[in-house]
């Protein structure tokens, strides 16, 4: 089973005792080398990819400077995957929004 929220995603780095959740428009989660946001995007009825109901983006980087100082990089990484999903979530067509 694919993974569906960014505390899932961060599992899969081996992370997951040292994420946090991070405020903003969508649901994002940091930790020290990257943040994983995630988007709901319920597809109208008949579309191809109806199954498919949320939308996860990934943006981290192994071997950052950033990893030296966990507030800071958590800071850039939340910041940088709330701003990357809302230019990706503009490009989506979902139902009701």
């Known amino acids: 089973m694919e993974p569906s929220t960014p505390f ?3 599992e899969s780095y081996g992370a997951r005792n040292t ?3 991070y405020a903003g428009r969508y649901d994002v989660a940091t930790w020290s080398a990257g943040a994983v946001a995630a988007v709901d995007c319920p597809r109208p009825e008949g579309d191809l990819q109806v199954d498919f ?3 996860l983006l990934d943006v981290h980087a192994n071997d950052t400077p950033l990893t030296d100082d966990p507030d ?3 800071k850039v990484f939340g910041d940088l995957a709330q701003s990357a999903m809302t230019e990706v979530a503009s490009e989506f067509h979902c139902e009701g929004q």
């Open 19 to 21: 994420s946090r959740e």
């Open 8 to 10: 899932e995603v961060i």
């Open 53 to 55: 109901t949320r939308f």
């Open 72 to 74: 800071r990089s958590r």
